[in-house]
């Protein structure tokens, strides 16, 4: 591993950070124009944290080469791979011992005509699918792409793929597929889902396995959207299914488009998908009420959160990213009011009872890198991403998140990944979230 690390970038990791009356208290893992092996950083994307607190990220340099960034340090840039990588996707799985699953882009092979070859890449240096690959389940097909991948805690792989024919085209896809891998330093993969296949009496689309899914950390649940293509209406063929990774029969769905909420409204759309250890599912999106209180939170099917709710004080909005953990806390971005550009970042101690929840974060919050009481910068953005798994509570005390800041003393803003303590059980009745948000100091 290069071991080019940030001064207290892990230190929340060992214990709560102290409340400052100036500032509120994060730690900066890396940021926009760190030097990084000969460059320096261009671009920063999500953080994905594993079960064990590791936490993990992909970035761009100024000279364009990839890296990824594993706890303290950076542990793979896209010059030491085995073929010349030119682009990697914002998503990747981190499991606890820091390896890692990403999907790269790789030169085209000679004579495909093709622009480059996607890639499901493991941090061993290894291939596990390449676009064009002859695709193992189906005679005459090859590998079409691998997109949005992910890891558990123990290292198994999993990614959304795809296939087509093998008739020169090299475009489009024939299928989907879900797969997984339990070994993926040998290239080797398996199919939990895919095209065509009949679920609860009806057929996965060509294109039906959707890109909103989540894995628990032991990898025994995967809570995936599946769109159909035999329903009676467009309208209804999205659904959401709870598949049990070790008995992959065992698919209970957990809700459709257009099925009733019991809330006087219908179901209209998933934004995001959580699933935990347990087997609890969050799930956020969209009913088919006003526009002005349509958004919604479910866990364990209950619904826990209507747009309009008022927490903490604060009168929210749209769900711009939810996770849970394993014990149930909860952690998830807000739109405060109609305004999409402030938001705020809300941490519940029961993800069941929105009255536990409370702000730790607001855009325009002063940020102290170092915890000496000085302001560093101010908030301006949560960077939340649509893929999947925009930002993980992992089962430790600090969230990782992709923001945008303005630095003290003025000069253009900063992409950074910063770490936010949320306060240990005790400290919610001694210093009080709503204390927290009584400290800063707003802009």
């Not at 896209?78 to 981190?94: C, F, K, L």
């Not at 890109?211 to 995936?224: A, E, I, K, P, R």
Request: charge should be negative; glycine fraction near 14%; proline fraction near 4%.
């Amino acid at each position: 591993m290069l071991h080019i690390t940030r001064a207290a970038a892990l230190a929340a990791v060992a214990g709560c950070a102290v409340v400052s009356a100036a500032s509120v208290p994060v730690n900066l893992l890396f940021q926009e124009g760190d030097a990084v092996d000969g460059s320096t950083i261009s671009s920063v994307n999500a953080a994905f944290t594993s079960g064990g607190g590791t936490v993990g990220s992909l970035g761009i340099l100024e000279d364009g080469r990839r890296f990824i960034w594993i706890n303290n340090g950076v542990a793979f840039t896209s010059d030491m791979g085995i073929d010349t990588i030119s682009g990697g996707e914002s998503t990747i799985g981190v499991a606890d011992d820091g390896s890692w699953d990403a999907s790269f882009s790789l030169p085209p092979r000679a004579g495909t005509g093709s622009g480059s070859d996607d890639s499901w890449y493991h941090s061993s240096n290894q291939t596990i699918a390449r676009e064009l690959d002859p695709y193992p389940f189906i005679p005459n097909q090859v590998v079409g792409f691998a997109s949005r991948p992910t890891m558990d805690d123990e290292g198994t792989a999993y990614v959304v793929g795809g296939y087509r024919e093998d008739d020169g085209s090299n475009s489009g896809s024939d299928g989907r597929a879900f797969w997984r891998s339990t070994d993926p330093a040998s290239g080797t993969y398996e199919v939990v889902y895919e095209s065509f296949e009949v679920i609860d009496g009806f057929t996965v689309g060509n294109g039906g396995v959707d890109f909103t899914y989540d894995v628990s950390g032991n990898g025994d649940w995967l809570v995936t959207e599946i769109v159909f293509n035999d329903t009676p209406t467009p309208q209804d063929d999205n659904m959401v299914y709870l598949i049990d990774l070790n008995n992959p029969a065992n698919k209970p769905r957990l809700g459709r488009e257009t099925d009733p909420t019991g809330n006087g409204d219908n179901y209209d759309n998933w934004d995001g998908v959580k699933v935990n250890n347990n087997g609890d599912v969050l799930i956020h999106g969209d009913t088919n009420g006003a526009s002005a209180a349509d958004e919604f939170i479910t866990y364990t099917g209950n619904f826990v959160y209507n747009e309009g709710d008022v927490i903490g004080g604060l009168g929210l909005e749209a769900v711009a990213a939810a996770d849970i953990d394993d014990a149930g806390r909860l952690v998830a971005v807000f739109d405060v009011g109609t305004s999409s550009s402030d938001e705020v970042l809300v941490f519940g101690s029961d993800a069941g009872d929105n009255s536990t929840w409370e702000t730790i974060l607001r855009v325009g919050d002063d940020l102290d890198f170092d915890d000496n009481g000085s302001i560093d910068g101010v908030l301006e953005d949560f960077n939340i991403s649509g893929f999947s798994n925009p930002f993980e509570i992992g089962n430790g005390n600090v969230v990782w998140l992709e923001i945008d800041y303005l630095p003290t003393g003025g000069g253009a803003s900063l992409e950074a990944i910063i770490g936010v303590t949320i306060p240990a059980p005790g400290a919610l009745a001694v210093l009080g979230l709503g204390g927290l948000a009584a400290v800063r100091r707003r802009r």
